[in-house]
């Protein structure tokens, strides 16, 4: 009778290894990394399980991985006496990809993108990187407290097998039997460097059996390869830059350079260690706002992955890891959340990215190394562009990070093609303005070609074009930036500075487009709250507006997609009393052509700000009619 199970891969598994194996071809050494990186987080959770289960580690304490290489076999074997795998989780673990943001995404590329090497970090290497080297992988595991031992191998056809095994006490064994072009991992050299190049910060020991002497002296002995002492311990001076590169990809398992990282030390009353990262693209899974990417330690000894905790939701993007040594070392979920020693470490993960981000930001352009080439480059635009919409969240709910996060925002304005901070716009802002003005649209071709500025671009006052559905609650929430107001364009009335000659003829107009304007309100009572003449155009006959403090159309439209119930508001119609066509609109006497006029007016203001009309039917009929008379 045969016990041997055959399995196939989950779909997207097979995808997976076949984008791994040709995109990452030219790369193949790091399967080291990834395994030997696996190893250490088996050995992380041992140990963190070992504080509560005593017996658990039972005189196999010596925690450690082991590289064995076997000439005459073709195989290397990365070996651990860490938390081991049952026969289910075998399955689970190996057989399929349990991120389900990674197995969305994966669905969502076309096979074009499947081979953008780029793509691949966002969902991370991980084990199948095994079949980079190896065309069998057969993975040996006891998990820790129970005494069975299950095997799993494949080819990676689609398929794999698991069958009761061997080994001696608990732990994984990773055989990989190589390929006849990857026969050199069985030569001590090779496998030292890739260890020394991608694996040298590793806190555990890694550890491999080499010959040393020639003839009767040759002996064997095992050698410690890495350093084993976690990176983040060690004093910032001598941690190099490649150290960093090769940890934090280690960490995350993304595939390119991090963007930027701080490594930092508290001491004093509280005393804490913490390495954070940037990454350069954007992580696939930052939907998932209960995610974080900091691991938590506690004097050394990994507490958990994913410590929310410790890290604000606007903040889930850095990866990296926080070591403190005042939590207890059985700290728990629970515990966290109530301990004090909590909010000071999140307040230093806050505080300390925050001074990455401005460092970046004061920085310019500077030349850098990102994934081994040379490259000319502004940081934080690249930091803005990938994770600008995170900042704005924590503006919106991190009250204490406030003022720090406002002067990182970036906005496109009219004064030209870049992107410009608060700081840049308010230094440019003539002596009479009084407020920093901006408009938003849903894109930036409308926020542009908005009527509501026309008068602002044509004083020379530079008006911020916002295109996220978050920005208009942000300026709410700022009110001022350095003691200048936010105002909208197409809110309450735009106070211009306005000389003598300005208000009397504005006076003017008021007065002989009274008669106008009621019967424009007359005609749209039901759309419309009031009519006005307007200072705030030049070259359009109209335009909506809310109250000063009201929603705008843009804001309702975004709280009603989200599935808000939000009541329709009137607002205000403000005209051009120099514009032609409403010049001509005091000449109608008719009055359903009056009321035609009127309602075309409000449709084509609707339009201009990005809005549809209630009814585009019969906009379209009035339009066609207007151009028949024509
Ligand atoms: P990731 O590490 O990103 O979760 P991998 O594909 O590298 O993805 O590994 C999948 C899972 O298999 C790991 O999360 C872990 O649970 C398990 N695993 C891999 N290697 C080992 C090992 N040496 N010991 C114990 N579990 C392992």
Not at 29 to 46: G, P
Not at 289 to 301: A, D, E, Q, Y
Not at 302 to 323: K, S, T, Y
């Amino acid at each position: 009778m045969t016990t041997t199970e055959k399995h196939v891969f989950q779909a997207e598994v097979n995808e997976v290894l076949s984008l791994v194996v040709n995109s990452l071809y030219s790369h193949r050494e790091v399967f080291l990394r990834e395994l030997i990186s696996n190893a250490a987080d088996a050995l992380d959770q041992l140990n963190f399980r070992g504080l509560t289960e005593h017996t658990l580690l039972g005189d196999d304490r010596d925690l450690r991985i082991e590289l064995i290489r076997d000439a005459k076999a073709g195989t290397l074997t990365i070996r651990d006496n860490g938390i081991g795998m049952t026969h289910d989780e075998l399955i689970q673990n190996l057989g399929t990809i349990a991120r389900s943001g990674s197995k969305k995404l994966m669905q969502s590329l076309s096979a074009e993108q499947k081979k953008d090497i780029t793509l691949i970090g966002q969902f991370g290497v991980g084990f199948y990187s095994a079949f980079l080297v190896a065309d069998s992988v057969t993975v040996v595991s006891q998990k820790a407290g129970s005494d069975e031992t299950w095997v799993w191998e494949s080819q990676a056809k689609g398929d794999f097998e698991v069958r009761p095994g061997e080994r001696r006490g608990r732990g994984t064994d990773i055989v990989l039997h190589l390929k006849e072009d990857a026969k050199e991992y069985c030569d001590e050299w090779p496998v030292r460097e890739v260890v020394h190049k991608y694996s040298d910060y590793v806190r555990w020991p890694i550890k491999m059996e080499v010959e040393r002497g020639s003839g009767d002296e040759k002996k064997t002995e095992w050698q410690t390869l890495n350093q084993a002492r976690a990176l983040w311990t060690r004093p910032k001076g001598e941690v190099t830059d490649d150290q960093h590169r090769e940890f934090y990809k280690s960490l995350s398992h993304d595939w390119q350079d991090p963007l930027g990282w701080t490594h930092f030390r508290v001491e004093g009353t509280h005393e804490l260690t913490g390495l954070l990262y940037l990454p350069a693209k954007a992580p696939f899974d930052l939907v998932d706002r209960r995610k974080s990417g900091v691991k938590l330690f506690v004097k050394r000894v990994f507490i958990m992955d994913d410590a929310q905790e410790i890290v604000p939701e606007w903040l889930r993007f850095v990866r990296g890891v926080v070591d403190s040594e005042d939590l207890p070392l059985n700290v728990s979920r629970e515990i966290l959340q109530k301990d004090a020693t909590t909010r000071f470490i999140k307040k230093q993960v806050v505080g300390k990215t925050l001074t990455l981000l401005e460092e970046m930001a004061a920085e310019g352009e500077t030349e850098r190394e990102v994934d081994g080439e040379k490259k000319k480059m502004h940081r934080y635009q690249a930091f803005w562009s990938e994770f600008g919409r995170m900042l704005k969240e924590g503006v919106y709910h991190d009250l204490d990070s406030r003022d720090r996060l406002a002067k990182l925002l970036r906005y496109r304005s009219t004064h030209g093609e870049g992107e410009y901070s608060l700081a840049e716009y308010r230094a440019r802002m003539p002596a009479d303005q009084k407020s920093i003005y901006y408009v938003a649209a849903d894109s930036l071709a409308t926020a542009k070609a908005s009527p509501h500025i026309e008068a602002l671009k044509k004083r020379g006052y530079e008006v911020l074009l916002m295109t996220d559905s978050i920005d208009e609650w942000i300026v709410d929430a700022l009110r001022e930036f350095d003691e200048k107001p936010f105002a909208s364009a197409a809110k309450g009335a735009l106070d211009l500075p306005e000389d003598e000659t300005e208000k009397q003829k504005m006076a003017a107009l008021e007065k002989t487009l009274q008669p106008v304007l009621e019967r424009v309100q007359k005609a749209l009572d039901e759309q419309v709250k009031t009519v006005r003449v307007t200072d705030r155009l030049t070259d359009s006959p109209a335009c909506l507006v809310s109250d000063e403090h009201g929603m705008s159309a843009r804001q309702e439209r975004v709280l009603r997609e989200a599935g808000h119930d939000v009541p329709q508001q009137k607002r205000i119609l403000e005209l051009n009393g120099e514009h032609p066509v409403v010049k001509k609109l005091s000449t109608i006497a008719d009055e359903a052509r009056f009321a035609d006029w009127s309602a075309l007016l409000y449709d084509q203001a609707l339009l201009a700000e990005g809005s549809l009309p209630a009814d585009p039917g019969a906009f379209a009929r009035r339009v066609a009619a207007l151009m028949a008379e024509g």
